[in-house]
C-alpha cells in the first residue's frame, strides 16, 4: 500500500519561501512519476510540478516556472517542493501525488494521494 505523507506547509510572508516535504512508502518508487497538486479555495485542484523517480526529470505549470523546484531524495525516499518568491496566489492546499510511468498533469490520472498541507502567503 502507497502512503504518502505531506509536511512544510505553513504561514508565510510573501516573497518569502517554504520546503514541502512528501514522504513516500509502500513500494520501490523506481518506475513511478511523482508530482505536487494544489487546491485554492473555490478553485480546481491544479497540477504544480512532477518528477520520474528515476532519472529526476522534472515538469512544471507555467505559472511556477522559475520560482518552485521540484526534486527527489532516493535514500530518503522523499520528494519535495521548494517554493521561493512566494505570491498570495500560491495560498493553497499541496497535495504530493504518485503514478505509474510519467507525470501527468491531470489529477485522475494519479492513483496515490497524500492528505495535504496547507500553504497561506500573506500579503
Known amino acids: 500500500q502507497v502512503q504518502l505523507v505531506e509536511s512544510g506547509g505553513g504561514l508565510v510572508q510573501a516573497g518569502n519561501s517554504l520546503r514541502l516535504s512528501c514522504a513516500a512508502s509502500g513500494r520501490t518508487f523506481s518506475s513511478y512519476a511523482m508530482a505536487w497538486f494544489r487546491q485554492a479555495p473555490g478553485k480546481e485542484r491544479e497540477f504544480v510540478a512532477g518528477i520520474t523517480w528515476s532519472r529526476g526529470n522534472t515538469y512544471y505549470a507555467d505559472s511556477v516556472k522559475g520560482r518552485l523546484a521540484i526534486s527527489r531524495d532516493k535514500a530518503k525516499n522523499t520528494v519535495n517542493l521548494q517554493m521561493n518568491s512566494l505570491k498570495p496566489e500560491d495560498t493553497a492546499v499541496y497535495y504530493c501525488?504518485?503514478?505509474?510511468?510519467?507525470?501527468?498533469?491531470?489529477?485522475?490520472?494519479?492513483?496515490?494521494w497524500g492528505q495535504g498541507t496547507q500553504v497561506t502567503v500573506s500579503s
Open positions: 501525488a504518485a503514478r505509474i510511468g510519467f507525470p501527468a498533469t491531470t489529477e485522475n490520472d494519479y492513483d496515490y
